[in-house]
């Protein structure tokens, strides 16, 4: 297992919001000072910039800086983003559990979470007819509005469709993947193919858990599987890693 890197002189006793406070507003100044270098350089080259390009380019902006920042936190010793991995092979003999042999785990995506998703996208659908219906001022590129609206409201209807349905499951056979907007899709791996399991916990630039997921390994170094675990432990994903474990366990015949 990797460790997170050892705490210095310069990072122990910082505050952690003084240090939010501080990566944010860098990276919302060092976005503006690019804006306003894009809008000096486009003014001397005699191009129009308007508004809508830059808002679109303040987004980019933004990932740029987020880019930026980190590695200078990283540089000063700032920085606490690393990742751990806990590696199961099938020498984990003798572990234990409660399962049947004919015992069926899965993972089911958080009901909320799509629920803010869909209603998200749904707004998103509501804001251009808005903008398309309403007698507003003239905007360039209003006919493509339409166009704009078929992306969320498509989005909306796959979360919607797969709702309550598994995108990850685990039996007696082998450990299978579905691909998240199209269950009917799915990767499968089955237990002779399996040689080990990782679980990776991914930590962000403060030390809190970004992702956790389940690498399923054959005898290459290339992942057969990698499924995402929820970041807040639940019942399911506990059930889903012990039953994994279970059958990694039991030598194949």
């Not at 200078?72 to 092979?89: A, G, P, W």
């Not at 015992?103 to 909320?112: A, D, G, M, N, P």
């Not at 992702?211 to 995402?228: A, E, M, R, Y």
């Amino acid at each position: 297992m990797s460790q997170p890197p050892a705490e210095t002189g310069r990072t122990n006793g910082h505050n952690t919001s003084f240090l939010k406070t501080t990566y944010y507003s860098l990276v919302f100044v060092t976005a503006t000072l690019i804006l306003l270098g894009e809008l000096n350089i486009s003014e001397f080259l005699g191009l129009k910039f308007s508004g809508s390009w830059a808002g679109a380019t303040m987004t980019l902006n933004i990932l740029v800086s987020k880019s930026f920042i980190e590695h200078l936190f990283q540089y000063q010793n700032l920085s606490r983003r690393h990742k751990t991995v806990e590696i199961y092979d099938w020498k984990l003999t003798g572990y234990q559990s409660d399962f049947g042999e004919d015992e069926v785990v899965e993972l089911h995506h958080s009901k909320s979470h799509q629920g803010i998703a869909i209603g998200i996208c749904l707004a998103s659908c509501l804001l251009f007819l808005v903008v398309l219906l309403l007698p507003l001022p003239r905007i360039n590129g209003k006919e493509w509005g339409w166009l704009l609206i078929t992306f969320p409201s498509v989005t909306a209807l796959l979360l919607w469709r797969m709702r309550g349905k598994p995108y990850a499951r685990v039996d007696a056979d082998g450990v299978a993947c579905f691909f998240s907007l199209f269950p009917m899709c799915r990767e499968f791996a089955t237990w002779y193919e399996v040689h080990s399991i990782e679980l990776q916990t991914v930590y962000g630039i403060f030390g809190e858990c970004e992702s956790v997921s389940l690498v399923v390994k054959g005898d290459s170094p290339q992942p057969l599987l990698t499924i995402p675990l929820p970041i807040k432990s639940s019942e399911e994903s506990d059930q889903f890693l012990d039953y994994t474990k279970t059958r990694l366990s039991e030598p194949t015949p």
